[in-house]
């Protein structure tokens, strides 16, 4: 039997469809998504780190001038040194939205994407021939894996171009190249996660040279090495369309550059390998653990298939940003390869037949219509409905020093500034007239800049030296942190303002 990596051929049963005025599996796990996440998972997007209003402060920026950034405005540690910006094309949808709904209106495009790409997946696997109770089961797993990185931030609108290379990769008869250039070229325009394409690609090609070789039949091996050949041109043309943005090559070699840098690994949470004494990893180590038996007790998958689950798992373990990753081609790879089985042992009998055959009828578009509809409204309405808020508007003052920028800003304090590192980009959203020390664009900043920072606000030796080297005027930190209770005992400062959130300090000399 060939290991051809194709789903198995659904059953004349499974192949009859239904077509009823209820919503069919996808419209109903996309309805699903996309309503509850704004309503628990709002806030979140836009104020678990500075990145939201970075993203916002660049959209507008770009929005404002007619042109990309190409060196830097913002900050005072790097000014006007050479600027990529990889994620341009997302951070201008991230401001139109804004300029539409606030807060509530980047949020809610996030969940579009986000709902939108989980029920692509479950129309996928569908289609495929995987049974619909297998179907909710896997995409429920990739939601919850997933939730971690539920953010208002230009990586999640790589997570749908990923399901499409996927899909593309695993049929029979792929698209032409230029069809993979165009996925690319618009890939590259949105977020540097087009070099994570690249490598799914050179994962195929080896994929199908190992299986080429394998103790199957001639004619196989023959079809292997035949659908392992064109991914080479592929690949070509995929690097060539990257090219295509403002910045041309400079855009993907300034990605390739980016992961160089040690320090930028080691100084940077979302690059550290995942704390599993933390609860929100815990389903990703249950991942792990379920994916060790799947692999162990099952029949070895198609080696393309086989590398993909393995490398997504070790590079995951290394950075704990991949396990997005991990979840939408891992776990979906391994409902192909258990679907025969799950059909023999599960589909087709109770509760499985039963919701197969609910999950097989019903209409899709008409549901998601009128769900993006409401959502639009609501971002229209800027999360609230008459004079009920569903989705908050605004930055989290808890969170970010929302009191104290304002007062700042609005008595025009000068000086230069340093700060926390997740407020930066807050600071370039809420206070534009003061550059920043740093924000969260660590692929600008760099390893070294980033190791300094952290040295001056964990305390360490000679950080009041820094401060003067700096010629730094105010120090804007956490009320509660350690760099906060030293500089209300240094005489060189004095606290300009304080709430529960952030302290203001003021070099005494300051006029």
Same mark, same amino acid.
């Given at each position: 039997?060939?290991?051809?990596?194709?789903?198995?051929?659904?059953?004349?049963?499974?192949?009859?469809?239904?077509?009823?005025?209820?919503?069919?599996?996808?419209?109903?796990?996309?309805?699903?998504?996309?309503?509850?996440?704004?309503?628990?998972?709002? !806030?979140?997007?836009?104020?678990?780190?500075?990145?939201?209003?970075?993203?916002?402060?660049? !959209?507008?920026? /770009?929005?404002?001038? $007619?042109?990309?950034?190409?060196?830097?405005?913002?900050?005072?540690?790097?000014?006007?040194?050479?600027?990529?910006?990889?994620?341009?094309?997302?951070?201008?949808?991230?401001?139109?939205?804004?300029?539409?709904?606030?807060?509530?209106?980047?949020?809610?495009?996030?969940?579009?994407?986000?709902?939108?790409?989980?029920?692509?997946?479950?129309?996928?696997?569908?289609?495929?021939?995987?049974? @619909?109770?297998?179907?909710?089961?896997?995409?429920?797993?990739?939601?919850?894996? #997933?939730?971690?990185?539920?953010?208002?931030?230009?990586?999640?609108?790589?997570?749908?171009?990923?399901?499409?290379?996927?899909?593309?990769?695993?049929?029979?008869?792929? @698209?032409?190249?230029?069809?993979?250039?165009?996925?690319?070229?618009?890939?590259?325009?949105?977020?540097?996660?087009?070099?994570?394409?690249?490598?799914?690609?050179?994962?195929?090609?080896?994929?199908?040279?190992?299986?080429?070789?394998?103790?199957?039949?001639?004619?196989?091996?023959?079809?292997?090495?035949?659908?392992? /050949?064109?991914?080479?041109? /592929?690949?070509?043309?995929?690097?060539?369309?990257?090219?295509?943005?403002?910045?041309?090559?400079?855009?993907?070699?300034?990605?390739?550059?980016?992961?160089?840098?040690?320090?930028?690994?080691?100084?940077?949470?979302?690059?550290?390998?995942?704390?599993?004494?933390?609860?929100?990893?815990?389903?990703?180590?249950?991942?792990?653990?379920?994916?060790?038996?799947?692999?162990?007790?099952?029949?070895?998958?198609?080696?393309?298939?086989?590398?993909?689950?393995?490398?997504?798992?070790?590079?995951?373990?290394?950075?704990?940003?991949?396990?997005?990753?991990?979840?939408?081609?891992?776990?979906?790879?391994?409902?192909?390869?258990?679907?025969?089985?799950?059909?023999? #042992?599960?589909?087709?009998?109770?509760?499985?037949?039963?919701?197969?055959?609910?999950?097989?009828?019903?209409? #899709?578009? @008409?549901?998601?219509?009128?769900?993006?509809?409401?959502?639009?409204?609501?971002?229209?309405?800027?999360?609230?409905?008459?004079?009920?808020?569903?989705?908050?508007? $605004?930055?989290?003052?808890?969170?970010?020093?929302?009191?104290?920028?304002?007062?700042?800003?609005?008595? $025009?304090?000068?000086?230069?500034?340093?700060?926390?590192?997740?407020?930066?980009?807050?600071?370039?959203?809420?206070?534009?007239?003061?550059?920043?020390?740093?924000?969260?664009?660590?692929?600008?900043?760099?390893?070294?800049?980033?190791?300094?920072?952290?040295?001056?606000?964990?305390?360490?030796?000679?950080?009041?030296?820094?401060?003067?080297?700096?010629?730094?005027?105010?120090?804007?930190?956490?009320?509660?942190?350690?760099?906060?209770?030293?500089?209300?005992?240094?005489?060189?400062?004095?606290?300009?303002?304080?709430?529960? #959130?952030?302290?203001?300090?003021?070099?005494?000399?300051?006029?």
């Amino acid at each position: 039997m060939t290991r051809y990596p194709v789903a198995e051929q659904e059953n004349e049963r499974s192949k009859a469809r239904v077509k009823g005025g209820q919503p069919s599996l996808p419209a109903i796990l996309f309805l699903l998504w996309a309503l509850l996440i704004p309503l628990f998972e709002a !806030g979140i997007m836009v104020n678990a780190d500075g990145d939201p209003a970075r993203h916002l402060r660049h !959209g507008e920026t /770009i929005l404002a001038t $007619g042109d990309v950034i190409r060196s830097d405005p913002f900050s005072f540690t790097r000014p006007g040194a050479p600027f990529v910006g990889f994620e341009y094309g997302s951070q201008v949808l991230l401001a139109v939205s804004h300029r539409l709904g606030g807060t509530p209106g980047m949020a809610i495009l996030a969940t579009l994407v986000i709902a939108g790409t989980l029920a692509g997946l479950t129309a996928w696997l569908l289609g495929r021939g995987v049974d @619909p109770l297998l179907v909710a089961v896997t995409v429920t797993g990739v939601a919850v894996l #997933t939730n971690i990185h539920w953010l208002a931030r230009p990586h999640v609108f790589s997570w749908p171009l990923i399901l499409l290379l996927l899909a593309w990769l695993e049929r029979e008869h792929r @698209p032409p190249a230029w069809a993979f250039g165009l996925l690319f070229a618009g890939w590259a325009n949105l977020h540097g996660a087009f070099v994570f394409g690249w490598l799914m690609i050179g994962i195929y090609f080896v994929g199908h040279l190992l299986e080429s070789v394998g103790g199957y039949s001639e004619a196989e091996r023959s079809q292997e090495r035949r659908r392992a /050949i064109p991914l080479v041109p /592929i690949l070509a043309v995929t690097v060539l369309a990257t090219f295509l943005t403002p910045y041309g090559w400079r855009l993907p070699w300034h990605v390739v550059e980016f992961f160089r840098d040690p320090w930028l690994r080691t100084l940077t949470q979302e690059f550290q390998s995942p704390d599993f004494h933390s609860t929100d990893l815990l389903p990703f180590l249950a991942a792990l653990g379920i994916t060790g038996l799947l692999l162990t007790f099952g029949r070895r998958p198609h080696w393309t298939r086989l590398l993909v689950i393995l490398g997504n798992g070790a590079m995951a373990l290394m950075a704990q940003r991949n396990i997005v990753q991990f979840a939408l081609l891992a776990v979906p790879l391994l409902a192909l390869e258990w679907a025969p089985a799950w059909n023999r #042992t599960v589909g087709g009998r109770g509760f499985a037949e039963r919701f197969a055959l609910a999950a097989r009828s019903g209409r #899709t578009v @008409p549901y998601v219509v009128i769900t993006v509809a409401l959502l639009v409204a609501l971002a229209l309405g800027r999360g609230r409905v008459g004079s009920v808020e569903i989705v908050p508007d $605004g930055f989290d003052p808890r969170r970010f020093p929302v009191a104290a920028v304002e007062l700042a800003r609005g008595e $025009g304090v000068p000086g230069r500034i340093f700060h926390e590192f997740v407020w930066g980009g807050y600071l370039l959203w809420a206070w534009p007239e003061q550059q920043v020390f740093i924000d969260g664009g660590s692929d600008f900043y760099g390893g070294e800049l980033l190791r300094a920072h952290r040295e001056v606000i964990g305390i360490q030796p000679g950080w009041r030296d820094s401060l003067d080297v700096w010629r730094i005027d105010l120090v804007l930190v956490r009320s509660d942190g350690a760099m906060a209770s030293e500089l209300v005992r240094e005489p060189a400062w004095r606290s300009w303002y304080a709430d529960s #959130t952030a302290t203001l300090f003021r070099r005494a000399s300051a006029p």
